[in-house]
């Protein structure tokens, strides 16, 4: 992992308590596929691996939500194939515990919860999208009348529950003919990557029952001030506002058919994550890339919107230190501070700035800057920031081994403990039994797993253990030797 200083970084940036949530690809053994939380100094805090030889361990959209007034994990597991997903949402408590599973209902069936998003409302509800095949005449396009799409759905989730509150279809009130796609091209590609593969099969044509096409691709959902929702299509070009209550388009904002004019600088493609933000603006990331030859370099933005005059202006916006084509995935989270955190999707990076767009840092977690060795190449859907507190359930783990030359040959206690944020020091105590224990040594922890030589009055002590130490000295926790 590589960081680099922007112009705006001072030193309280690299002891911030906040962490950073990553899924990250990397398509290797080590490091693994997973969810993982990072310190500010890019340090491991937690990890759930992904198993690589399930298709449906995919991890993706690890973050800090709220659910019945308390912070929750919340991240999909499932599959991944051809930038969608069919699997459901996991929330975890401060001790890692699992809450919830969240998927659809209803017309749906359950496990078909796309990746893409999961915002929770302050009413216990989820906010999740699907894909579901269906039929359409695609001549318009260029494709078969009797054609077949990807409707892009979204529902509305009774945590506690299961219930479908609430259902929207893009087919019922977005017409085909707003796609940015070429189906042309699109078809063509299809065909090209069908003569790559190497398993035998024959191709299937785009529009058909085996190849819907993918006309919208809705990934986000979020909910504007009034409680309509903001929906995000990266192959319309747009950002939809819906009426809760009814499911109609209040307005559209870019692709073909907006409602607004858009001033020098505020047009984005291929977007994601678009947002309401607390002073009225509205924050997405424009990928601006798409895979193809007129790719530009990516970027956070943040557009001023004028609903009465249907005016969008840049208000500000996000650039990487260098140019940055994130072809897929990415987003930009507001931090409370006013802050932009953006994650870079495909590109391995995440950048946190001012409220005003200047860099306060960039950090690399992939092949970009640790080799080709990783298939995956270590991108993450997305990047967020966040507060959290985690007490793990388990004890934490304690392995005692030669230390090697490094420690005069005696053994060392190397300990650690998965998700506990607030170890300060580790004590390690030994006796004749756990009552009987004394303190032998005590060192601070020093990174995700700490190195601890064991003093030679208690190598050979029937018990030995270490203690987690908050920082008033508390005892979070022990792990015994075995």
């Known amino acids: 992992m590589t960081i680099t200083h922007g112009p705006a970084w001072s030193e309280h940036h690299g002891d911030a308590d906040e962490l950073i949530f990553l899924t990250p690809n990397y398509g290797s053994e080590t490091p693994q596929d997973g969810s993982i939380i990072l310190d500010a100094s890019g340090e491991l805090v937690w990890m759930d691996p992904a198993e690589d030889d399930d298709p449906g361990d995919n991890s ?7 659910y019945r007034g308390e912070p929750v994990l919340t991240v999909y597991e499932g599959t991944s194939d051809g930038g969608m997903g069919n699997g459901e949402f996991i929330l975890r408590d401060g001790s890692y515990d699992e809450v919830a599973r969240v998927t659809t209902g209803g017309s749906l069936r359950p496990g078909q919860a796309d990746f893409h998003d999961s915002t929770i409302t302050q009413d216990g509800t989820m906010l999740l999208a699907a894909y579901e095949p269906a039929e359409a005449d695609l001549s318009g396009l260029g494709g078969p009348e009797d054609g077949h799409v990807q409707d892009a759905v979204i529902q509305e989730i009774d945590i506690a529950t299961g219930e479908v509150l609430f259902e929207w279809s893009a087919l019922d009130h977005v017409p085909l003919n707003q796609t940015m796609l070429d189906f042309a091209e699109e078809r063509d590609e299809v065909a090209r990557e069908a003569e790559e593969a190497e398993d035998g099969e024959e191709a299937a044509e785009l529009g058909t029952q085996q190849e819907p096409f993918d006309y919208f691709h809705i990934n986000s959902i979020t909910e504007d001030h009034d409680g309509s929702l903001l929906v995000s299509a990266r192959h319309t070009h747009a950002v939809y506002r819906l009426d809760r209550a009814t499911g109609a388009v209040d307005w559209t904002l870019g692709g073909s058919v907006s409602d607004f004019e858009s001033a020098d600088g505020a047009a984005f493609t291929w977007q994601h994550d678009a947002h309401r933000a607390p002073d009225g603006t509205l924050t997405l990331l424009d990928n601006h890339a798409h895979g193809g030859d007129d790719d530009e370099s990516s970027r956070g933005l943040r557009l001023r919107l004028d609903e009465r005059a249907m005016t969008a202006e840049v208000a500000a916006e996000y650039l990487p230190p260098a140019e ?4 897929s995935m ?3 989270q507001q ?6 955190l953006i994650g870079w999707g495909a590109r391995p990076h995440y950048s946190e700035y001012t409220p005003a767009g200047v860099l306060i840092y960039d950090v690399c977690h992939g092949d970009e800057c640790m080799g080709d060795d990783f298939e995956g190449g270590g991108g993450s859907y997305r990047a967020y920031k966040a507060d959290w507190v985690g007490h793990p359930a388990t004890d934490p783990d304690v392995v005692v081994q030669d230390g090697g030359e490094e420690n005069d040959g005696g053994p060392v206690a190397f300990v650690s403990w998965n998700g506990a944020t607030e170890v300060d020091r580790w004590r390690l105590v030994a006796g004749d039994d756990e009552s009987g224990a004394t303190e032998r040594v005590t060192v601070d ?4 797993e700490t190195a601890i030589p064991v003093p030679a009055d208690a190598a050979d002590a029937p018990y030995t253990a270490v203690q987690a130490l908050d920082s008033a000295g508390k005892v979070l926790g022990v792990g015994a030797v075995s």
């Open 445 to 448: 922890r020093d990174g995700f």
């Open 324 to 327: 940055r084509v994130a072809g």
């Open 335 to 340: 931090l409370a501070d006013g802050n932009m």
């Open 60 to 66: 993706f959209d690890l973050r800090v939500q709220e």
């Open 330 to 332: 990415a987003n930009a």
